[in-house]
C-alpha cells in the first residue's frame, strides 16, 4: 500500500471513530442495569417489574435498539429526571439545554415531557 493510500485510510478511521465517540456523547444516557435485571429470562413482550427511582413500576419487557438485550420499559413512562428539568429552568420549547448524568454529558433541546414539565431532551438527528 502507497504513503497516500496509507495516510487516507488512516484518516478514515481517525473520523469514523470521533464519529462515533461523538453521536455516542450527544445520545441519551444508557439505560439503567435494572431495567436490564427486571427483564432477565424473558423476551420481548413479557411483563415485568423495576424500580425507577423511588418507585416500582410495571412494565413490558423490550428489545434495545441493538437487538441483543431486553429491558424493561414502564407502561406509564416517569416523567423526566430532575437533572433534565432543572436544565430548561427559564427556558422556552427547542431552546438548547445540556445537562450531565453522572460522567455522561447529553446536548439537546428543551421539550414537553410525558408529564408536561418542560425538560431537556437528546437532540434528534
Known amino acids: 500500500m502507497n504513503r497516500t493510500k496509507s495516510l487516507a485510510l488512516g484518516l478514515f478511521v481517525t473520523l469514523t471513530g470521533a464519529l462515533s465517540m461523538s453521536a455516542q456523547a450527544d445520545g441519551p444516557p ?8 427486571a427483564c432477565q429470562g424473558k423476551s420481548a413482550g413479557d411483563a415485568c417489574t423495576t424500580k425507577m427511582r423511588d418507585h416500582t413500576e410495571d412494565g413490558t419487557c ?6 441483543t ?34 460522567d455522561h454529558t ?5 421539550a414537553a415531557g410525558p408529564d408536561g414539565r418542560l425538560a431537556c431532551a437528546p437532540a434528534k438527528g
Open 62 to 67: 423490550v428489545t434495545e435498539r441493538s437487538g
Open 106 to 110: 447529553m446536548n439537546g433541546a428543551c
Open 30 to 37: 444508557p439505560l439503567p442495569e435494572e431495567a436490564f435485571a
Open 69 to 102: 438485550r431486553v429491558f424493561c420499559m414502564p407502561k406509564r413512562p416517569p416523567g423526566p429526571p430532575p437533572e433534565a428539568v432543572a436544565a430548561c429552568e427559564g427556558k422556552h420549547a427547542d431552546d438548547a439545554c445540556s445537562v450531565t448524568f453522572g
